[in-house]
């Protein structure tokens, strides 16, 4: 029986979200900003969960119609047989975005939708849920264009990028799918040198040790919103956890390096990769990239420095930026390096070329992903 999905992800990496939706099976995929629509079966909704790297939720769509006005919305939801997939005992969340409707208030189609569920389950059981905004066991989302609504169920629960490993962050910690999704980017690949010079919490450092070790990034025991939901098939859950249990690898030593100048930030990567059992995968210093030499003579280098959005921060980065340049130059010839930057002052301020920057998006901030291939022989000592 296929049913119609749509999977959410940081914008820009939209084509990476497709090739982990047809690895786990779905068909009929098609990108679009920010996610990309499919059709699957429950085995591959279940292995999307627990394999993509790049998916932020995995939606079910269970309802669709035209709209004039919000009671059109609410007669949508109403007719929508809810109790069929999930008891009233259960809590709800709904949540509601859209793109060029013309209807003044989200908050109040929210709360229609809202409404229009629990009436639903009046009617049907004569019982209704409750509403739960924090972790609650079942969340709808309303989807709106100019004329159209789209009512989903989240099969994923808490967004995928939680992976469940996440002791300790630092301060706007890179997201997970993110973090995965510029190591796609960047061609890296288990066995080639990896760095990050500015680890922070660890972000690039756990994902690439979980995918050269091939742990599934949903296998870290959290919990999904199918689980939750009348129709979860536990025999072919349990059957794919152990099927992705099995094809992990022992943690060993996967030439993944890691470093960062504040020690605060050192200490939060190890708890986390103490935490996840990945520890033995990665080698961890601490030190100013400037003063950093490169591990192996070529390899892949990836950072998410900050962006400065205080003009005194804008400052210090366009004092900083030359240095840099002159860093990766010195120390890092051999080297591909990727950056992920708001700040588009940077190539230039670096006096650096870049030969690729591709657009992404950390939450709703625009960044670039630039590319700098550090060719040896071509540096030259500031």
């Not at 049907?124 to 924090?134: A, M, Q």
Request: a positive charge; charged letters at 25%.
């Amino acid at each position: 029986m296929l049913e119609k999905f749509f999977a959410t992800c940081p914008r820009g990496l939209e084509p990476l979200l497709v090739e982990d939706l047809i690895a786990a099976g779905a068909k009929e995929t098609t990108a679009v900003p920010g996610g990309a629509h499919f059709v699957a079966d429950w085995r591959a909704c279940y292995t999307s969960n627990l394999h993509s790297r790049i998916a932020t939720r995995i939606l079910w769509r269970v309802a669709h119609g035209r709209y004039l006005k919000e009671d059109d919305i609410y007669k949508l939801a109403l007719d929508t047989p809810w109790p069929k997939w999930f008891g009233a005992s259960g809590t709800i969340r709904v949540d509601v975005t859209a793109v060029k409707s013309p209807l003044k208030s989200l908050e109040f189609i929210t709360l229609r939708i809202k409404d229009a569920v629990c009436d639903r389950f009046r009617a049907d059981t004569g019982k209704r849920p409750s509403v739960d905004t924090r972790e609650p066991d079942v969340r709808v989302h309303g989807f709106l264009t100019g004329n159209e609504c789209t009512l989903y169920i989240d099969t994923s629960g808490a967004p995928l990028y939680q992976r469940g490993l996440r002791q300790k962050t630092v301060e706007a910690p890179l997201k997970e799918n993110l973090a995965a999704g510029i190591l796609r980017l960047s061609g890296w690949t288990p066995g080639t040198p990896l760095l990050d010079p500015m680890c922070g919490s660890g972000t690039f450092l756990v994902e690439a040790a979980q995918i050269a070790l091939n742990i599934a990034p949903g296998a870290g025991g959290r919990a999904f919103g199918f689980q939750r939901l009348r129709n979860f098939d536990l025999a072919l859950w349990k059957a794919l956890l152990d099927d992705a249990q099995e094809a992990e690898k022992p943690a060993a030593d996967a030439q993944i390096f890691g470093s960062d100048v504040s020690p605060v930030a050192v200490r939060a990567a190890l708890a986390n990769l103490d935490r996840a059992g990945l520890l033995p995968a990665v080698t961890l210093g601490s030190g100013d990239i400037l003063n950093l030499h490169a591990p192996a003579p070529s390899g892949v280098m990836v950072a998410n420095p900050p962006y400065g959005e205080r003009l005194s921060e804008q400052e210090e980065l366009a004092a900083f930026y030359p240095s840099l340049g002159s860093a990766l130059k010195r120390n890092f010839a051999g080297w591909n390096c990727y950056l992920l930057t708001a700040d588009l002052r940077m190539p230039k301020l670096m006096r650096l070329a870049p030969s690729k920057k591709t657009p992404l998006f950390n939450g709703a901030i625009e960044c670039r992903l630039f590319e700098f291939k550090m060719v040896a022989g071509s540096n030259r000592d500031a």
